[in-house]
């Protein structure tokens, strides 16, 4: 006998199919808006169509009358409850439905439950609002001009918009770091707002039984745990009484992290009517009042020595939040991870100065694909970069390798503080290069100038803090950023895992299963993933921003191991041997001198249920909590080529080459996927997606023919390329990668046009770098900023 | 219309069920007739609108993305009106007309007044639009049709449609219009005129995409500003028929 062979039970390495695939292509799957209990009733939400307005009086009389109606909510009867604000994950508070003033338009003014969802909406339409408009502020100049309105009339002690002022690093060595430079580069840019749009948008049903006093919530939850935790909080019921199905997610992208109002007016309703009411966010409510992210502007400056090396950077951030504080993130740090830009270069000083502001606009701010504004940092970083190379005269690859941080330096300290762990930078430099074939590109672009063709390459090299958190510095509501497992092996030898994590497409029921089977040879097909009802998994964090391999992935790794050392003392138990005397192979524990003798792990589970030692507890199972000690660092390069027609200003995507970095890959098939699946976010960024507000408020891309998901057709081929440096303190030696793509990828598309337009004398064109502001670069040689309100004539 | 809750019509017809209404064809004396309920992919994949009907030919595959072209109609984007369909553009640069049928027979209404304004038609109440038709070409048809969108299945930020017939090398009949530019589909006449009764050369090629930006009234909005639209409609138009005077000098 031997041990089984890795590859063959799916394990590590191994590009196992989805299992949960066989669900979702034949259209089986478990959304909550598949759910139908009986009795249940449907909620719709009458939106604000103003974006800043004093509410003079709500009538609902005549939605109250109509038949079929069963209910009807105002921030008047949220008040009554104290439910008509409620806190943010950042601090702050967030009105559920309307009391004094609507801040924003979209914003959940009432809401009504019906006997159908077409009844509720005809009366919501019949609720009569008395607005009186007040001025309106859709961006941070004129947030914070003299005499702005005050958005947040509501809270004490805030007499103008500002949010917070945050600065981190050290001011006076950066400033004399920036005295000492042979040339400062300077460059301003504006991230603009962008949405996750997860096919499915949000809802929830709530379940209030009277009877056993039970309250079961179905929702589109990232984070079921962290749910319950709130409403117990919120709605002050007792927490073992609140049961959240998380049930299959249609994807997430960071917007179904927070908590939104129709979630919590329509438990309000359940416990109000005693029966089921469900509710399902139609599109344009999904883009116009939840979690939006981004909207960040820079004033960037690099202090640099005329060899190339960067002596300093500065970087004063300016975040438009909209009208409530809700960003859903964990750090300790008011603008995220900002400061994590930079973390691949070796950079002595740095100082970070940060504002937020509030404005008339949705909360802003959640992590889309995104560690918590690592999506803007390694933006600014790779464009500032790029600026600064080309103010050098000096070549970009060159640039970025001169001021890379050593492979022998690891583990580095960063100047703002963040400690990455390993990479190989130059080497994922040189795999993108050698694939792009970069000096024969940059003599071909020279070739195609003199005939009039503009064509351009861009380079975006990042590392990324992914896998939140430790528990030193992050927490929710003051819960440390752990995850967990629990691992029941049968009788038979199949097993049931659970983790804290929750897989919205990233493919959970899958990777659990390969990590089990590289721990303890039982084949990933014998192991049955579950996640997402709080009755049955263990308490953890939910899913986002790369977090489940480096922390719930871990945990899954420790449980296994957890399983294996009680296996081991059986093993010794069967085979009447001392526990030193055993050897472990995948699968199977053998006698250190006869290797022929030995048990298989299956064989093991059966004797912890019928055969255990004397003394030993019985069954085979455990449950490990993760403490992360550091975030896991991830290294990507993404080098993008272009042809720009400067006739029209459209773009075309001529390559895209992506090197990534992400440590030991358990699956690399679903690795590939997420790659792929950023990237395509990244092009949609850079290229064609905008969401953005008129001087009233507006919200430009309230649906998808004006807000723009990219399709096959458009979206270019991506030739993938790897390099693995194992995470040195994780247990199997994974980085996270979710985000890598969407994080770095829309840096590269904006350098390679910024690259082909250099000639114009253009340094930056705000994204989306949309084919009218590249014409207008080329044509008045004058940078194009994409700040709202957005030119409607 | 519906779902966007702009129209809540009491009663819908399907028409799909009526007989005999999905052809097109080419007639004896060379006119193409469209049924009403003939798809936009009928069209795409059509070998007689590839081999006789350039324009045509060229703006079917643009149209919307797919998914549409399965299910939609060219009678019906017609009908609809909208300022940024691609057929009404391609129909008045063919000077086409839509045969309507109401309880007193068949009138036939030309594409150009046809289309009233934004999502308006010449039907009357009682009327439904049964095809539309193109009257047969004076010469050898070529022509062309360009659109920008941003992304396959947007609507377009500007279109222009260019139909020509030669004799010989003389342009005898011009047609030109433009999607997206104005509030409805615009027709460029005075364009078309200068193509016709003279070859095709870079100088009349130059003076019809300037009166073809000139014909456009483009507002600014979130898809680009007036002065870029315009610009697309000169460089759309020059490239159209420029792409016809090569392929004129290549079969020389």
Redesign the interface.
């Known amino acids: 006998m031997t041990a089984v062979d890795e590859v063959k039970i799916g394990g590590m390495g191994a590009s196992r199919r989805r299992v949960e695939d066989n669900r979702f292509i034949r259209g089986k799957g478990n959304y909550v808006d598949d759910i139908v209990l009986p009795g249940m009733l449907h909620m719709e939400i009458l939106r604000s169509p103003l974006a800043h307005a004093r509410i003079r009086s709500i009538d609902t009389s005549k939605a109250w009358a109509m038949p079929g109606v069963r209910l009807v909510l105002t921030g008047e009867t949220m008040a009554a409850r104290n439910l008509a604000w409620m806190p943010t994950l950042s601090y702050d508070t967030q009105a559920v439905l309307a009391t004094d003033k609507v801040r924003f338009q979209g914003q959940e003014v009432a809401c009504v439950i019906a006997d159908d969802p077409y009844i509720a909406k005809d009366a919501c339409e019949a609720i009569v609002v008395d607005y009186e408009p007040l001025p309106v502020i859709v961006n941070p100049t004129q947030s914070m001009a003299e005499g702005a309105p005050l958005i947040r009339d509501d809270k004490e002690n805030q007499s103008d918009n500002v949010i917070y002022d945050w600065e981190v690093g050290d001011k006076a060595g950066t400033d004399r770091a920036f005295a000492e430079a042979d040339l400062v580069s300077k460059i301003e840019l504006h991230y603009p707002r962008s949405h996750p749009s997860p096919i499915e948008c949000c809802g929830s049903i709530a379940d209030f039984n009277r009877a056993t006093s039970k309250l079961t919530v179905y929702l589109t939850t990232q984070a079921p745990h962290i749910i319950r935790a709130a409403v117990a909080l919120v709605a002050e019921l007792p927490e073992q009484m609140i049961r959240i199905i998380s049930p299959d997610i249609g994807g997430g992208f960071g917007n179904k992290v927070p908590v939104y109002p129709g979630y919590v007016a329509s438990i309000l309703a359940s416990i109000l009517l005693e029966r089921p009411v469900k509710w399902i966010e139609d599109r344009t409510g999904n883009l116009i009042s939840t979690g939006f992210a981004r909207d960040v502007y820079l004033q960037g400056e690099l202090a640099l020595r005329r060899d190339g090396r960067i002596l300093g950077v500065r970087m004063n951030t300016t975040a438009d939040h909209g009208a409530f504080f809700s960003d859903a993130q964990p750090s300790k740090f008011k603008i995220g991870l900002m400061h994590s830009a930079f973390s691949c270069y070796d950079i002595p000083n740095a100082h970070l100065v940060a504002r937020g502001v509030y404005t008339n606009k949705a909360p802003g701010g959640v992590a889309y694909r995104c560690s918590f504004r690592v999506t803007e940092a390694m933006f600014f970083q790779e464009r500032m970069v790029h600026a600064a190379a080309d103010d050098l005269g000096m070549d970009q690859a060159e640039f970025r390798r001169v001021n890379f941080v050593r492979d022998d330096d690891f583990p580095h300290r960063t100047s703002w503080g963040f400690l990455t762990d390993s990479g190989q930078y130059g080497k994922c430099l040189d795999v993108g290069l050698e694939a792009v074939g970069y000096q024969d590109f940059l003599k071909e672009k020279e070739e195609a100038a003199k005939r009039g063709r503009l064509l351009g390459i861009g380079i975006s090299t990042m590392t990324e803090p992914l896998g939140a958190g430790n528990s030193r510095e992050y927490d929710i509501l003051g819960i440390k950023m752990f995850d967990s497992a629990e691992l029941k092996i049968h009788m038979t030898g199949k097993a049931l895992l659970r983790t804290g994590a929750k897989s919205q497409g990233q493919g959970h029921e899958t990777t659990w299963a390969q990590i089990v089977a590289h721990e303890l040879g039982i084949p990933a097909e014998d192991v049955l993933v579950e996640e997402g009802d709080t009755d049955t998994a263990p308490f953890g964090m939910g899913t986002y921003a790369s977090r489940s391999t480096p922390v719930a992935g871990a945990a899954v790794a420790m449980v296994s191991r957890k399983i294996r050392a009680k296996a081991r003392k059986i093993a010794a138990h069967l085979l009447e041997i001392s526990e030193e005397d055993i050897e472990w192979e995948l699968g199977r524990f053998y006698v250190r001198s006869q290797p022929d003798r030995g048990v298989t792990i299956q064989e093991c589970a059966v004797a912890a249920y019928s055969n255990m030692p004397d003394g030993m507890e019985p069954g085979l199972e455990n449950v490990a909590y993760y403490d992360p000690p550091n975030l896991t660092w991830p290294f990507a390069c993404y080098i993008v080529t272009v042809e720009v027609d400067p006739?029209?200003?459209?773009w075309d995507v001529l390559r895209m080459v992506a090197v990534d970095d992400c440590g030991v890959r358990i699956n690399p098939m679903i690795v590939e996927g997420q790659i792929m699946g950023g990237l395509t976010e990244a092009y949609a960024m850079a290229n064609?997606q905008?969401i953005?507000f008129d001087d009233e408020g507006n919200c430009?891309?309230s649906n998808f023919?004006?807000y723009?998901l990219?399709?096959a057709?458009?979206t270019p081929g991506f030739e993938l390329h790897e390099v693995v440096t194992p995470c040195p303190h994780h247990p199997i030696g994974a980085k996270g990668i979710g985000e890598c793509a969407a994080v770095g990828g829309p840096a590269a598309f904006v350098n390679a046009v910024m690259d082909a337009v250099k000639g114009s004398g253009v340094r930056n064109i705000d994204m989306p770098v949309?084919?009218?502001r590249v014409?207008?670069a080329l044509q008045t040689g004058q940078d194009v900023s994409g700040a709202p309100p957005?030119?409607?004539? | 219309m519906m779902k966007l809750r702009f129209a809540s019509p009491e009663m819908l017809v399907d028409i799909n069920e009526i007989p005999d209404l999905d052809y097109h064809r080419i007639d004896d004396d060379g006119s193409i007739r469209v049924g009403a309920v003939c798809r936009h992919a009928d069209l795409e994949r059509s070998s007689l609108l590839a081999t006789r009907q350039p324009t045509m030919a060229a703006a079917a595959p643009l149209v919307a993305?797919p998914i549409v072209r399965m299910r939609g109609t060219l009678v019906g984007s017609v009908c609809h009106a909208d300022p940024q369909g691609d057929w009404a553009s391609v129909m008045t640069a063919l000077d086409a007309s839509i045969v309507a049928q109401g309880p007193n027979g068949r009138r036939s209404i030309a594409v150009r007044d046809f289309v009233r304004g934004p999502f308006q038609n010449a039907l009357a109440f009682d009327e439904v639009a049964v095809e539309a038709v193109v009257p047969a070409p004076k010469g050898e048809p070529a022509g062309g049709y360009l659109k920008?969108e941003?992304?396959?299945?947007?609507?377009a930020?500007v279109g222009v449609a260019v139909a020509i017939d030669r004799v010989g090398s003389q342009v005898s009949r011009a047609g030109i219009a433009l999607t997206a530019v104005g509030p409805a589909t615009m027709a460029a006449d005075a364009a078309a005129h200068a193509l016709t009764g003279r070859p095709l050369t870079t100088d009349t090629i130059g003076e019809a995409a300037e009166l073809a930006a000139q014909a456009a009234q483009p507002?600014?909005?979130?898809?680009?500003?007036?002065d870029?639209k315009r610009?697309?409609v000169r460089?759309f138009t020059s490239r159209i028929l420029t792409g016809l005077l090569r392929s004129e000098e290549e079969a020389a």
């Open positions: 006739q029209t200003g459209v064609m905008f953005t430009i891309g023919t004006d723009l990219p399709t057709w458009e949309l084919p009218d014409y207008e957005v030119r409607m004539a | 993305d920008l941003r992304r396959v299945g947007d609507y930020t507002k600014t909005d979130h898809r680009g500003s007036a870029f610009q697309l460089v």
